[in-house]
């Protein structure tokens, strides 16, 4: 399957799973719904063990292997989830939008990956009609202490971004299934405690327990595990524009299935972001960046940070 068909149902995953996630926590605590989350996604990787226990670890991998796992989904979707508490999802938003910039930057120092003038271009509209989307989207949403809430929003990018990072290294090393079931092992532990100080419910519905399954199995092991074979495939700075679709596809998938009108703004912004795309796919690495990256020789350390 060509990687950039697998980047496209992976943002497309992530953007529904936005309505799937509110409607899930307006019944349940975060905590809880990310706790199921990472189970189902562990509990499905256990069951195709045969393809997961193909694990040939490598010396020195520790650190990128403990560096993914705690960037996505530990401490992503810890920031995150805290940041929607203090801004509101339209600020939110223009940090959001900035992530190719940050995985531009971590992608240059740490990769050393070739910053051509199509990825630039692309960036720049992608950046702008994400920034322009997020503005004139109506907002909903309180935003009692936007400081720390986009401080926290932008921890949260950060941990996207080294994720990203990092698997750019390991996609060549392990397969996309183990990765992903290293991320449900590490999530359903790490979330597990949240659930001694929050209330766990006694009635579970149907429709909840639906969400909350779709959210571990399609978007999480669906969805990254077409994101984690994509970026083996091409530079992690293609893969990134790709991120910006995510928001215009939950705004799609919102008009369709809640019925909420998009005004001529915001499908302006919207076909900004896909031309942005499209000209980031015409960027081509140097040629040493085709090969596995080297990054075992370099002084960065990632392991302290999807």
Known sequence: MPASLCLLIATFL???????????????HPAVVIFLRMLTTFSLCM??????????????????????????PCLYFLFEGYALEYTSASQAGV????????????????????????????????????????????????????????FLEFLAMVCAAIYAVCVKHLAHRYSPLS??????????LFFAPFLFFVEIPTEMSIEGIAA?????????????????????????LT????????????????????????????????????????????HKPKPHEDMEPQMDTMPVEVGSER
């Not at 226990?53 to 993914?68: A, R």
């Open 14 to 28: 992530w953007g529904s799973s936005f309505i799937a996630l509110k409607y899930a926590i307006d019944l349940y």
């Open 47 to 72: 069951l195709l063990w045969r393809y997961v226990k193909k694990f040939d670890y490598q010396k020195g991998d520790w650190k990128y292997l403990l560096g993914m796992s705690l960037a996505e």
């Open 95 to 150: 940090i959001v939008s900035c992530f190719p910039l940050i995985v531009a930057l971590l992608a240059f120092v740490m990769l050393k990956e070739y910053l051509s003038k199509s990825i630039i271009t692309g960036f720049v509209f992608c950046i702008v009609g994400g920034i322009t989307l997020t503005l004139v989207s109506p907002d909903t949403s309180a935003a009692p202490n936007p400081i720390l809430g986009n």
């Open 179 to 188: 990765l992903i079931a290293l991320q449900g092992i590490s999530g359903t």
């Open 212 to 236: 909350i399954i779709y959210l571990g199995s399609f978007v999480t092991l669906g969805g990254y595990g077409m994101y984690n074979y994509a970026i083996s495939k091409v530079s992690v």
């Open 239 to 282: 893969a990134a524009a790709f991120s910006n679709l995510i928001p215009v596809f939950t705004l799609l998938l919102a008009s369709l299935l809640l019925h909420e009108f998009l005004t001529w703004q915001q499908w302006l912004a919207i076909g900004c972001v896909f031309i942005g795309v499209v000209i980031a796919q015409r």
